[in-house]
């Protein structure tokens, strides 16, 4: 007698001890064998309440902790936090210093871009592109600890400039590192545009068309792999980059594979951004005098992180700690393309979608809960 | 379109809505709405007429002895931005979702769900996306006045 065997929707639950990322995210598939029918995402894994602790803060104080938001872009959520604050006291920062502010943005898309290389290709199974552009990846380390003295937080903005200066022997040691990441990412064009099994892992895979980026508000570099021309850098320069100006890195695909085309070639962009800087890097002041408080006021800040537009909306009461600090992340409005585009997918195929965006947990999330002897803190209280 | 023309636009689009307009940057344009039920009607408008995407949704609390919340809606386009400005009491704090028109504004609509405690009227999935499950109920950290410790208590 014939069996009739029921076919139930089947759930696999990803993380949030996540094996591909070294961050926590939960996602549940829904799979019909192997393919992926239905995907939601939970977060909030390494929320740390920081909008809540910058109301405690005061303005300088606040610098170090938005800083801490994300271990890969540090800089650019210091300087769009610093932005906002110069804006809200009217005053702004010496043009030596917005010069500075973009170099150092500059450099840390470099590292960026080198370390999210190496994190797809990980996804992707190539693990010889990942240990190579990692290792590629210690020349601009190298570059970031000599310019600022920390690999991590480079801790370069103040309120008003910033705090560091380039010599003569910095501006050597950059030039050089250039000229070798260049002919690196000559290579890594080569590789990922002409590798026959890498191609086969990113060409058609987790294809967004330009309509579908626009609807499900995607930015960044994931944006402008499916044709959609944005980029703060250029839409609404800020700092120096009315000055020095980047050229719209843009693909019509919206694969995998375009999404590693204009980051690679992002990377160039952004060497010939960096030497223009050095060439011309203003004379004068670092920074100005900063009011200790700030008149009631408002303001919203944009700039283009290396992930994508990244937005800060700041507001002060007229005391010395903002009434208001609000962050939104890249990832978060990319993450929504990445429940979307795993759908009729292969779930082989998920971490490597999921990579794509190239997400950063830390940027969305913002509070950790500490369980010590059942008794439940958050890292607020332990201050 | 330049920033003359977008801002003339909006204040065409949306003046039977607002209750004034403030320019208070030349790349910025502020809207102060009059009742927060024109918000879809005022969104559809400013998607029809192709005027910025939604960058963000910021919840404001303008302090614990205050009434009422404040929900800013940021659109932008080239260098300018469109801030939609809507107020909501506090005791019954509620505003129609977007999804339907932006499908991105979901995760900003949970966040200020679970932040300030505004009901979306009409999101799919009002769950927690931030906050942990065990959260306490009615517990809003980022409203004024709240030490978000007590979540915890009583778990």
């Not at chain 1, 094996?19 to 799979?31: D, H, I, M, Y």
């Not at chain 1, 977060?43 to 309440?49: E, F, I, P, W």
């Not at chain 1, 909306?313 to 990445?338: A, L, W, Y």
């Not at chain 1, 830390?362 to 332990?382: A, G």
Request: charged letters at 25%; hydrophobic letters at 40%.
């Amino acid at each position: 007698m014939e069996e009739i065997i029921e076919r139930k929707p089947f759930e696999v639950t990803v993380g949030p001890q996540h094996p591909a990322l070294k961050e926590p995210g939960n996602f549940q598939f829904t799979v019909d064998g192997e393919i992926v029918t239905n995907a939601a995402v939970r977060l909030g894994y390494a929320h740390r309440g920081i909008e809540k602790a910058a109301e405690e803060r005061n303005w300088i104080q606040n610098i170090y902790l938005v800083e801490r938001i994300c271990g890969i872009c540090s800089h650019i959520h210091a300087t769009a936090y610093c932005l906002a604050v110069e804006h809200l006291a009217n005053i702004q920062a010496p043009p030596r210093a917005q010069a500075i502010r973009v170099l150092v943005s500059e450099l840390e898309r470099i590292h960026s871009h080198l370390l999210w290389i190496g994190v797809a290709a990980h996804e992707a199974g190539f693990d010889t592109l990942f240990m190579y552009s990692w290792r590629d990846r210690e020349t601009i380390m190298d570059i970031l600890e000599k310019l600022t003295g920390n690999r991590v937080n480079y801790s370069t903005n103040l309120l008003g400039g910033v705090k560091i200066d380039v010599d003569g022997e910095h501006k050597t040691g950059i030039l050089k590192g250039l000229d070798i990441l260049e002919e690196r990412t000559k290579h890594y064009l080569n590789i990922v545009t002409t590798d026959a099994f890498f191609l086969q892992r990113t060409r058609g895979v987790g294809t967004m068309t330009q309509r579908q980026a626009e609807v499900m508000g995607a930015v960044g570099p994931t944006a402008r792999a499916s044709g959609v021309a944005r980029d703060v850098r250029i839409e609404s320069p800020y700092g120096a980059y009315d000055e020095f100006r980047p050229n719209l890195i843009i693909e019509q695909a919206g694969d995998l594979e375009a999404r590693f085309i204009v980051r690679v070639k992002e990377l160039f962009e952004s060497y010939r951004l960096v030497r223009e800087i050095l060439d011309r890097l203003p004379e004068g002041e670092l920074s100005v005098r900063m009011p200790r408080r700030i008149k009631p006021a408002e303001y919203a800040m944009r700039v283009e992180a290396p992930r994508g537009e990244l937005f800060y909306f700041v507001k002060s009461n007229g005391t010395d700690k903002p009434e208001r600090v609000k962050v939104r992340t890249p990832t978060i409005c990319n993450m929504t393309t990445v429940v979307k585009l795993v759908v009729g997918h292969q779930l082989a195929d998920v971490p490597l979608i999921l990579a794509g965006i190239d997400p950063c947990f830390s940027c969305n999330d913002r509070m950790v809960i500490v369980r010590d002897n059942r008794k439940i803190e958050t890292i607020e209280s332990r201050r | 379109m330049d920033a003359e023309n977008t801002f003339e636009t909006v204040h065409l689009l949306l003046e039977d809505w607002a209750e004034r307009f403030e320019t208070p940057d030349p790349t910025r344009l502020e809207v102060y709405m009059k009742h927060v039920d024109d918000l879809v009607p005022a969104v559809v408008g400013l998607r029809v007429k192709k005027l910025g995407y939604l960058a963000a949704i910021v919840g404001l609390d303008p302090g614990a002895d205050t009434e009422e919340l404040e929900i800013l809606y940021h659109f932008c386009t080239q260098d300018l931005m469109i801030i939609l400005r809507f107020r909501v009491p506090k005791t019954d704090a509620s505003v129609s979702s977007l999804c339907d028109i932006v499908p991105s504004a979901e995760s900003f609509e949970r966040e200020l769900c679970e932040m300030y405690g505004i009901t979306i009227v009409g999101l799919r999935n009002p769950g927690h996306l931030y906050l942990p499950d065990d959260w306490k109920e009615g517990v809003y950290p980022l409203r004024k006045g709240v030490d978000p410790r007590i979540a915890f208590q009583n778990n």
